[in-house]
């Protein structure tokens, strides 16, 4: 209740630059769940009548600003960074783990699913910054799985209103979706790469901590 508080308050004050600092600081791993800020954005939305497309869509250069800064932490500091934020919690090991997993299989759609998935959603960033993809390949994806994902948070808040426990119930169900889903577009995509031309993972296997 109290960051929602503190939320609704920075919004207030300073409208737009507000939602675009905290979308920002969530992709950049800062403790706000995006579950529950991008839907509590959406009703504000509502509530102070802002408009709802600019809300959108500075929510998503936010995030992009947000994945990109990760990339860049994670393209300087390298696996240093890693060994840091694994010693540090523990619990984020297998996140880390399987972001390294994906971008060996799948690379670019991989950045795109993972920003639907709880913790790769962040760390995705910083082991492609570490692992040195291409960062306009690694920003369009990025672009295109934080639009899907602020998009229907946002709107879901919107348009239900200030129903925190009917919303939470909601993104369950949707995630589950999104998960078979995600899993059928991956293994589509390592099909296509199976009978085309064939990735090099060393790359990204040999840089695991």
Do not use: C
Not at 102 to 117: D, H
Request: no cysteine; hydrophobic share 50%.
């Amino acid at each position: 209740m109290e960051l929602k508080l503190l939320i609704e308050e920075f919004i207030i004050n300073y409208g737009l630059i507000s939602i675009f600092i905290i979308v920002a600081l969530e992709y950049a791993n800062a403790p706000l769940p995006s579950e529950i800020v991008l839907p509590f954005v959406g009703i504000l939305a509502f509530k102070f009548d802002m408009n709802i497309f600019l809300v959108i869509l500075v929510s998503i250069i936010g995030g992009v600003f947000g994945s990109v800064l990760n990339y860049y932490l994670g393209y300087k500091l390298g696996q240093p960074l890693l060994s840091f934020i694994k010693n540090k919690y523990p619990k984020t090991k297998k996140s880390i783990k399987a972001s390294y997993r994906w971008l060996a299989k799948y690379e670019k759609i991989s950045v795109m699913l993972s920003r639907l998935v709880p913790l790769a959603r962040t760390f995705i960033s910083i082991v492609a910054g570490v692992t040195r993809m291409n960062v306009w390949q690694f920003t369009l994806y990025s672009a295109i799985g934080i639009s899907v994902w602020n998009i229907i948070l946002i709107l879901v808040g919107y348009f239900i209103g200030d129903n925190m426990d009917l919303i939470v119930n909601i993104m369950n169900k949707y995630s589950l979706v999104v998960g078979i889903i995600g899993i059928l577009v991956i293994g589509f995509y390592w099909i296509t790469l199976k009978n085309g031309k064939e990735k090099d993972s060393d790359k990204y296997i040999n840089q695991e901590v």
